[in-house]
């Protein structure tokens, strides 16, 4: 007699707490050993057992989670690779299979946090799904166990599937996810693996379908492998539909949804519709369409409701670091610029110049609200500041023996800057800004507790103010192409003293043309204000011809980094 759906869960449950890579994969692989072993285990975490679950209802599966001791209330969402195998397997139309996925999370034997991953397919009592849930149930088609790569890349990842295909694992299917931006690769394992889990799974983070369609193409059967034109279909589907996530976002912010929600509990869609004066059925399918990005999550109840995700809190008004202004501006002025992408294709010009007949600082100084937007907008990825306090140049400043003065050119709200004096308070700070940004930052700086310390200049970049000790270029080199560049580090140059630091936080574009944050933001530089991001070399050109050199750099949060400069020696 097969297991029931709870028992295998409680099985898998205690699989996951009680086994680890080094010790797991000879089991799987048994032809693994010695220092191929150690190097697979390196770059491979056990991360979770998968299994496929059949519930009658929301209120079934909850039932089942806290009998094996796993959280009930763990957010799902759509799993478009088992949906579409299970489709496949049973030639059925894939609409007709609401699989979700969720990871209600374990501790491994060491403390190590870990998911047991859950499929569910919901197959009420007499459904016509009942067939589909014996099979699978009999034959355990989508249990395995699953790795997942600590820093994926295409060689590592091309180089993991031959150890794997040297040691007798098969390819048996996988897929790219979009809703959680993950590339799935699964093997069968040996007929002598020393393992009930005869399915393995390779879970790279990230869009990973060059080595995704060479895994597929090594399938034995024409049954699983995806037709080749309809995945590509599919995935084309997928990206043209990325001004819609961009609007949703933005219609959740506009509509102060996040604020007439909470983080803890489901509110009702039609109370949720009358706390915010919208249309109940209208925004029950924006809704949808959020939780489709774990933007807010479905009541696990099964009722009509939803609840804030962490992902959905940071679009609230009100939150530390939000990001509500960035969707507002990403949505707003900015997304009608990309629709003239094609004009800065062709005629080298930012396209935000040609519909709006200005640069976009000049737009946005005559308009004091979009000003203020802007500013808070670039203020909402001020989490990759957050290290910088702790820079050595900073702290070196912090500890000299006589005051020294941080200088933040084009310094907007005063963000960074106050971060800064707030961790040392020893230092003073200069801000350089155009008029009406000063007054925001006096303003901002004033409630930090720092303002005493901090002197406002109004001015442009040939206005520098010399004799600072550390001088700070914080997403500004990006806005300009590099002559200009090249004018703005000499302004800084020449006011800086021999013994001053310059500190430049931008994003690096790669050297070797992996996916990055930076691609993305090049684009939109040279779209909107016709700059560019660099590589670490471009910018070390920058530097040397305005006579400075780049001496280091480091690492920051949101792909961004900080490179160190000083005058170079005569």
Do not use: K
Not at 90 to 99: F, G, I, K, T
Not at 446 to 460: E, F, I, W
Not at 523 to 546: F, I, K, S, T
């Amino acid at each position: 007699m097969f297991l029931d759906d709870t028992a295998r869960l409680r099985a898998a449950t205690a699989f996951v707490r009680e086994h680890d890579s080094a010790t797991l994969l000879p089991l799987l692989l048994p032809g693994l050993r010695g220092p191929e072993l150690e190097s697979v285990a390196a770059r491979c975490r056990f991360a979770h057992v998968g299994l496929l679950l059949f519930p009658s209802d929301a209120q079934d599966l909850r039932g089942r989670l806290v009998a094996c001791g796993l959280a009930p209330d763990t957010p799902a969402q759509p799993s478009v690779v088992v949906r579409a195998r299970l489709a496949r397997r049973h030639h059925r139309d894939p609409a007709e299979l609401d699989v979700r996925i969720l990871r209600p999370r374990v501790h491994g034997p060491a403390g190590e946090r870990r998911v047991v991953e859950v499929f569910t397919l919901p197959v009420p009592a007499h459904s016509d799904l009942e067939p589909i849930a014996a099979h699978e149930r009999a034959g355990g088609h989508e249990a395995h166990l699953a790795f997942e790569l600590e820093h994926p890349d295409p060689l590592a990842l091309h180089g993991l599937c031959a150890v794997l295909a040297r040691h007798g694992a098969r390819p048996d299917g996988g897929g790219y996810n979009p809703h959680e931006d993950g590339t799935v690769l699964y093997f069968t394992t040996p007929a002598d693996a020393a393992c009930d889990y005869r399915r393995l799974e390779l879970y790279a983070p990230g869009d990973h379908r060059a080595a995704l369609a060479a895994h597929l193409d090594g399938l034995d059967g024409l049954d699983e492998r995806p037709d080749s034109d309809a995945r590509s279909a599919e995935t084309l589907l997928h990206l043209l539909t990325g001004a819609w996530t961009t609007q949703a976002l933005a219609a959740f912010a506009r509509l102060r949804l996040p604020e007439a929600m909470e983080p803890g509990a489901a509110v009702g869609t039609r109370e949720l519709a009358r706390r915010t004066g919208t249309h109940p059925d209208s925004l029950a399918t924006l809704l949808r369409y959020l939780a489709m990005l774990d933007v807010v999550a479905e009541d696990p109840e099964g009722q009509d409701g939803f609840r804030l995700t962490p992902l959905g809190v940071l679009l609230l008004a009100d939150s530390p670091d939000s990001m509500r202004p960035l969707a507002l501006m990403y949505a707003g002025p900015f997304y009608r610029s990309f629709a003239a992408l094609d004009h800065t294709v062709r005629t080298g010009r930012p396209a935000f110049d040609e519909l709006f007949g200005e640069n976009h600082f000049d737009h946005f100084a005559r308009d004091p609200e979009l000003a203020d937007l802007f500013d808070r907008s670039m203020a909402a990825s001020s989490r990759m500041f957050r290290p910088l306090p702790a820079h050595p140049v900073i702290t070196a400043a912090d500890q000299a023996p006589a005051p020294r003065t941080v200088v933040d050119v084009a310094g907007g709200n005063g963000e960074l800057l106050g971060r800064i004096l707030t961790a040392h308070p020893t230092l003073r700070g200069t801000l350089l800004e155009r008029p009406h940004a000063v007054e925001t930052a006096r303003r901002a700086l004033d409630a930090a507790g720092c303002g005493a310390r901090c002197d406002y200049r109004s001015g442009d970049f040939a206005d520098v103010p010399h004799g600072g000790d550390v001088y700070i270029l914080s997403r500004v080199l990006h806005d300009w192409d590099d002559d200009r560049c090249r004018e703005i580090l000499r302004h800084c140059a020449r006011a800086m003293p021999a013994h001053a630091d310059l500190l430049i936080v931008e994003r690096l574009l790669p050297a070797d043309g992996a996916p990055s944050l930076a691609t993305a933001w090049d684009l939109h530089m040279m779209c909107n204000v016709g700059g560019r991001e660099r590589r670490a070399d471009q910018y070390a050109r920058l530097l040397a011809d305005a006579g400075l050199e780049l001496l280091d750099r480091t690492p920051l949060p949101l792909e961004a980094h900080v490179l160190h400069a000083r005058r170079a020696p005569a």
